[in-house]
Each structure stands twice: as structure tokens, then as C-alpha cells.
């Protein structure tokens, strides 16, 4: 009997203020996702709504809605449950 190894694939946008850092991810084996000073989203219990709240105080705290946080946010979760899913 032959063991199967299934492989998930993620799309990322690696491009830092327009600077690619894909081939660079590629290199080190890595997810750079650039949130580098929102502390606390390592955490594996971490839920959605705390999740867009670290994201809306660290990067969008000048923005007048969450608009921006969520949809980070949302994009995360939903790769996530895609993962957890398989």
C-alpha cells in the first residue's frame, strides 16, 4: 500500500512596498507575510474577531472603519478553514 502525501497550496501577495520577496521566501522555505509588529497572531486558538483586532490596532488604527483589518483578516481565515478542512 502506497502512502499518499497531500499538499496544500496558498497564494500570497509577497511584495512589500512593491518590493517582491517572493524568490526570496522561496529560498528560506518560508510565508512572509509582513504583519511583523501585530504580536499575538502565532496563536493557534486564535480566533477570527481577536485576530482583526490585533491586525486594526497595529495597522489600521488611523482608518475610520475595519474594513481594512477584516479583509485582511477574512483572507487569513479563510485560508485557514481551507487548510483545516483537508
Do not use: C
Request: glycine fraction near 6%; avoid cysteine.
Amino acid at each position: 500500500m502506497s502512502q499518499t502525501k497531500e499538499q496544500s497550496a496558498f497564494v500570497l501577495r509577497i511584495a512589500p512596498s512593491g518590493d517582491d520577496r517572493v524568490p526570496e521566501a522561496l529560498r528560506a522555505d518560508q510565508i512572509i507575510i509582513g504583519w511583523a509588529y501585530a504580536n499575538g497572531l502565532l496563536d493557534p486558538k486564535l480566533e477570527w474577531g481577536p485576530f482583526r483586532e490585533i491586525l486594526d490596532k497595529t495597522y489600521y488604527s488611523e482608518e475610520s472603519t475595519r474594513r481594512k483589518a477584516g479583509a485582511a483578516a477574512g483572507n487569513i481565515s479563510h485560508q485557514q478553514r481551507a487548510s483545516d478542512e483537508q
